[in-house]
């Protein structure tokens, strides 16, 4: 399947089944006026067919073992608008630890951000292109809880699932992250 409508994207967001001991914030939800993905990307979304949204928590707030796992996905028109959406994601500062992160998709980017505070907070940022879709996930919580590796197992749980929609698959991948 080359381009992924509403019900395909809200499909490979992740579920509950696929992040075992992780409480899903919310429904998955999809949005095909293109609102949603208006205000991180502008312009960039006049293609955009469907996005789709879902969240993650582990661990209380305001503790060294809170995180957050966000996941976005961006179906296009094209391969071509996916494309430069793509590049419109922020997400191209290096991680502040240094990783690489892994090659994903057709293309895949990482950066990090820390607010600094009382509890200062760590953002992980992965994008990843697959065809006409484009993935946006981000790791969010303290900086003990916040690690290279399950920022990458996030990222690699969404690409998987919607790499087997693109296939024509009902997606099944699941990640254990500890």
């Not at 399947?1 to 499909?11: D, F, I, Q």
Request: proline share 4%; hydrophobic share 35%.
């Amino acid at each position: 399947m080359s381009v992924l409508k509403a019900r395909h994207v809200k499909a490979a967001l992740p579920d509950k089944a696929s992040l075992p001991g992780w409480r899903q914030a919310g429904p998955r939800s999809v949005d095909t006026t293109g609102d949603m993905c208006g205000v991180v990307a502008g312009d960039a979304c006049e293609s955009v067919i469907a996005t789709g949204s879902v969240n993650f928590t582990r661990g209380a707030q305001k503790t060294d073992k809170w995180l957050r796992f966000s996941f976005t996905v961006y179906s296009c028109r094209t391969e071509g608008a996916a494309q430069r959406l793509y590049k419109a994601l922020t997400a191209d500062d290096p991680r502040s630890d240094g990783a690489e992160g892994p090659q994903l998709g057709d293309e895949s980017a990482v950066s990090s951000d820390l607010l600094a505070g009382k509890y200062p907070v760590a953002y992980i940022h992965d994008k990843v292109r697959v065809g006409s879709t484009v993935l946006w996930t981000y790791a969010m919580g303290t900086e003990k809880a916040v690690t290279s590796e399950r920022a990458e197992m996030a990222a690699k749980l969404q690409t998987q699932r919607v790499q087997q929609v693109h296939e024509g698959l009902e997606p099944a991948a699941s990640a254990d992250v500890p």
